[in-house]
């Protein structure tokens, strides 16, 4: 099942698929956030990509409870998912943006490519944690 998965901010979204068979995360692209206009968009790249399901991620704290952008996170997903008619799962966010960092410094990125990728990275670390967790408890490609 095809996935896109969500990093969600108040300036930018970071924008990231797997493959069909669930594999592999990869990160796409960031664009700056635009409300509305940012819903269309993702809805239009959603069908053109052949997506399946959406992974939004939700800024936690450490100890679990919702930051104050959690809420608008939570609701840009839901009207996504709407607008797209796609199953979607919310995920802890806390520190995916510094493992995404951490992997763009192992790569060789430098720092002012960091900067840019970084959401599309950081969604890329979500899913890929969404992935190997649906591996592990056995869910196949067609289970939602």
């Known amino acids: 099942m095809r996935w ?14 797997c493959d069909e068979m669930e594999i592999l995360a990869s990160p796409y692209c960031v664009w700056p956030m635009e ?12 069908k053109t990509e052949n997506v399946k399901a959406l992974l939004v991620g939700l800024p936690l704290h450490k100890d679990g409870t919702e930051s104050i952008t959690a809420t608008l996170a939570r609701d840009f997903g839901q009207a ?11 995920i802890n966010e806390h520190l995916t943006s510094s493992e995404a960092k951490r992997l763009l410094t192992q790569s060789g990125a430098k720092p002012k490519t960091q900067s840019a990728k970084l959401d ?3 969604a890329a670390v979500m899913l890929q944690e969404h992935l190997e967790s649906r591996r592990n408890q056995g869910k196949s490609v067609t289970q939602f």
């Open 4 to 17: 896109m998965a969500i990093d969600h901010g108040t300036k930018k979204v970071g924008i990231a698929f």
């Open 80 to 90: 996504l998912a709407a607008q797209t008619n796609l199953p979607l799962v919310f």
């Open 120 to 122: 599309a990275a950081a």
């Open 35 to 46: 409300e509305n206009k940012s819903l269309k968009k993702l809805t239009e790249l959603a």
